[in-house]
């Protein structure tokens, strides 16, 4: 395949599911909520509204803080960057007036901002607005975790991300006001995928200056440019809208009024909430998959989703069991992926023993999916009882014990638990001498228990940014921001920066990619679980919602309601 071609492979994203598609560090079923009833409306009766549900409240709309999915799905909404997934899933210029020009080291870009682009509040927007913003996400004194998005990538970036330049030596500038000019430290190949993610949207300095550290905590403190703006949310509470914003420069295309939010924690509550019409949407799992089977309304699709145990070295400053690779290699082998994803999930999802989802990326010369490429690597954590444990007997050994306490954390939904409830009693039945305990926190604390690396297991699941298998790698690099784990390699870092800084030998990089999957798999740094499939229901009135594999998750401005 030529270049030009695996550029396009790599901007180019399929059709599917829903949820934690944005990245972040969602756990299984990422659903935290509350069952209460259908959210109200701030439109009146007989506009174009939806009324949908989602998996948790919304922790925040600061697009340099965001990290997980439910926040990623709003501001992709509400907001827009230079470029945006269309209704076929390619990426095309959103902000960006036209295409960009670049020179011939493909290194400098100068964009052209349209001049029709505003702020919900009527200020255009300008190149200095994503000056503003970029330099904030690169900003030390911000700790933004998506920082790592411009490492490596803007010129400078890692210089200032490390406290050694001022955030203003970025590699960014307005020219005019119409007009952005970026260095990148080199060509980047998925660089339009990149520039769609919110932590790259623009931010209005005046405004968000003047907020201060109220900016951004609930929907009156928020300005949008985006084809909607946000009403309705305090922070903290479980129904907020979507409400079509007329600032917006293809507002004439946006054909919904509104949609209307709400959180719901139990499946039975938003199955009866949809077959009474009182919700447009909801997601379907576990038994409830199966009693829907053949129900025109249900759809099934893949997502680039890969669930795993994160597994804890280091908390509180001192090692836990699992700095053990023995330990971390039974924990990995000792669960059934297939009876997990067959009696518990019952929505498609398929055993994962790998890192890198199927479907995501293909090999730049022979087009083969990169499971195909990596299948050696899918070998290490296989479903061993006997295997698993004959590993946690020579772990016990080397730790000097008989037995072993660990905590699972997870989120506080119906869902997640009953997952938490299968991997404990695989873990403490084929594991004799385990012992896990249950630990179930709500959306936002779960995100701080992993921030603060304050955890010993974890359902943690990652969702595609954009197509290309380092957006998985390179989540477990030595002290990464989305590491948290404690897992270290120098090897795998090694194969890691170099794939990361090849931008012309493209067999050489994939092939990086490939050796780096292998090390961590068989080191168990992690425990794969499953890729997911999602169910989900969504009325026949419903028409033009587009779901995406990769990036945000959920696109409403080219959807409408029948009458």
Known sequence: ??????????????????????????????????????????????????????????????????????????????????YRQNADNEYEPAMLDGEPTISEDGTVYTYKIKENANWSNGDPVTAGDFVFAWQRLVNPDQAASYSYLADGIIQNATEII??????????????????????????????????SMAPFYP??????????????????????NGPFTLAGWDGTNLNWQLVKNDTYWDAENVKLDAVNYQVLK?????????????????????????????????????????????????????????????????????????????????????????????????????????????????????????????????????????????????????????????????????LPGLEVSIVAQPFKNRIAADNSQDYDLQVAGWGADYADPINYLELFITDGGNNNSGYSNEEYDALIASAAGETEDLDARWADLVSAESIILEDAGIAPLYQRFGAYLQQPTVEGVVHHQVGASTSFKWASKAE
Do not use: H
Request: hydrophobic share 35%.
């Open 1 to 82: 395949m030529e270049r030009k071609n695996l550029l396009k492979s790599l901007a180019v994203i399929g059709l599917s599911g829903l949820v934690l598609a944005a990245c972040g560090n969602g756990g299984d079923d990422a659903a935290t909520s509350d069952s209460s009833a259908a959210t109200s409306s701030t439109a009146t009766s007989g506009e174009n509204v939806l009324n949908w549900t989602t998996s948790s409240e919304l922790p925040t709309m600061d697009t340099t803080m965001v990290t997980d999915t439910v926040s990623f799905d709003m501001m992709n909404n509400v907001n827009e960057g230079l």
């Open 162 to 195: 490390n406290g050694e330049m001022e955030p203003s030596e970025l590699g960014v500038k307005a020219v005019d006001d119409k007009t952005l000019e970026v260095t990148y430290a080199k060509p980047v190949p998925y660089l339009e995928g990149l520039l």
């Open 203 to 224: 931010l209005n300095q005046a405004y968000v200056e003047e907020q201060g550290e109220n900016y951004a905590t609930n929907s009156d403190t928020v300005l949008s």
């Open 266 to 430: 139990e499946t039975s509550t938003a199955i009866n909430l949809f077959d009474s019409g009182e919700i447009d949407y909801t997601t379907v799992s576990g038994e409830y998959v199966a009693a829907r089977e053949g129900d025109p309304n249900m759809a099934n699709a893949p997502e680039s989703t890969v669930f795993y145990l994160k597994m804890n070295q280091e908390r509180n400053g001192e090692e836990t069991p699992l700095a053990n690779k023995n330990i971390r290699t039974a924990v990995a082998k000792a669960i059934d992926k297939q009876s997990f994803a067959d009696q518990v999930l019952q929505n498609g999802s398929k055993p994962a023993d790998y890192l890198v989802p199927e479907g995501l990326a293909f090999n730049p010369s022979t087009g083969a999916d990169f499971r195909e490429d990596s299948a050696a690597a899918a070998e290490f954590l296989t479903y061993d009882v006997a295997a698993a444990q004959e590993a946690f007997k020579a772990g016990l050994e080397e730790l000097g014990t008989d037995s072993v306490s660990i905590e699972l954390l997870v989120d506080d939904t119906e869902n997640a638990q009953r997952s938490a409830e299968y991997i404990q009693g695989q873990l403490q039945e084929n």
